[in-house]
T-cell receptor, first 117, second 117 residues
Framework: GAGVSQSPSNKVTEKGKDVELRCDPI?????LYWYRQSLGQGLEFLIY????????KSGLPSDRFSAERTGGSVSTLTIQRTQQEDSAVYLC???????????????FGPGTRLTVL | AQKVTQAQTEISVVEKEDVTLDCVYE???????LFWYKQPPSGELVFLIR??????QNEISGRYSWNFQKSTSSFNFTITASQVVDSAVYFC??????????????FGKGTSLLVTP
């Protein structure tokens, strides 16, 4: 079956512009995670969705970041007024498990490489 | 505090050598999960193994083997008879159940393995 897909694969934008990153999880996966990978910070967790709900948004780097998930499927990570420090690879992962049911493996998408000029 | 430590930043071996990648973790939970992921030059994170805290049995999969020791909080990964295709960055990760973050992965900084002919 299809894996996790992300679009766009690459995004170059100018400082101050807004960007939208999309994640299509594996069908039937209820849990969805966003991570960011940068040279300085390594792989860091951003936000978790169980179904359409994100219990906590404090992992997002700043209030310029927002995320939503609709229909228990597609998720969008939006960065407003992008800054150069937002340049990184944004990774999405999904898994079958629901909270409290024990974890399942997270499968990752290919990522979106964001470059802010 | 760093929950997962991969002390080896870079390792270089010659093909057919055995190599062990170290991973030390820190948690107060009694139930937790440990993972290894591979990130080849293409960039996508590839799942290798998941272990739960109640299963200390070592595992072997082809040329790959994993040694989980709760007494030393370690989950080391050995590649036997390494091949050039094993060249990648390898990440160890810890997952603990949290209401706000599900089973978000705490990654180590990664070990870059280079296998030369």
């Amino acid at each position: 079956g299809a894996g996790v897909s992300q679009s766009p694969s690459n995004k170059v934008t100018e400082k101050g512009k807004d960007v939208e990153l999309r994640c299509d999880p594996i069908s039937g996966h209820t849990a969805l995670y966003w991570y960011r990978q940068s040279l300085g910070q390594g792989l860091e967790f951003l936000i978790y969705f169980q179904g359409n709900s994100a219990p906590d948004k404090s992992g997002l780097p700043s209030d310029r970041f927002s995320a939503e998930r609709t229909g228990g499927s597609v998720s969008t990570l939006t960065i407003q007024r992008t800054q150069q420090e937002d340049s990184a690879v944004y990774l999405c992962a999904s898994s079958l498990a629901s909270a409290g049911g024990g974890t399942d493996t997270q499968y990752f998408g290919p990522g979106t490489r964001l470059t802010v000029l | 505090a760093q929950k997962v430590t991969q002390a080896q930043t870079e390792i270089s071996v010659v093909e057919k050598e055995d190599v062990t990648l170290d991973c030390v973790y820190e948690t107060r939970d009694t139930t937790y999960y440990l993972f290894w992921y591979k990130q080849p030059p293409s960039g996508e994170l590839v799942f290798l193994i998941r272990r739960n805290s109640f299963d200390e049995q070592n595992e072997i999969s082809g040329r790959y083997s994993w040694n989980f020791q709760k007494s030393t909080s370690s989950f080391n990964f050995t590649i036997t008879a390494s091949q050039v295709v094993d060249s990648a960055v390898y990440f160890c990760a810890l997952s603990e159940a949290r209401v706000n973050s599900g089973y978000a992965l705490n990654f180590g900084k990664g070990t870059s393995l280079l296998v030369t002919p």
